[in-house]
């Protein structure tokens, strides 16, 4: 995956919503919480295009 498109997958995704809106401290988690957030997020929209 290009650093484009992780890029436009972040920007996109409801975590980064909650994070820039200081949603339930997303911005006080770990990193590997949020990682683990986002691939979460994005297997669940692959499988609902799939």
């Known amino acids: 995956m ?5 890029l ?5 995704s409801e975590l980064y919503k ?3 809106e200081g949603v339930s401290d997303m911005h006080c988690r770990s990193d ?4 683990e957030e986002l691939e979460e997020e994005i ?3 692959l499988n609902k295009t799939l």
């Open 32 to 35: 590997q919480y949020l990682v």
């Open 2 to 6: 290009t650093l484009a498109k992780a």
């Open 43 to 45: 297997q669940m929209f």
């Open 8 to 12: 436009d997958l972040f920007y996109h």
């Open 18 to 20: 909650l994070m820039s």
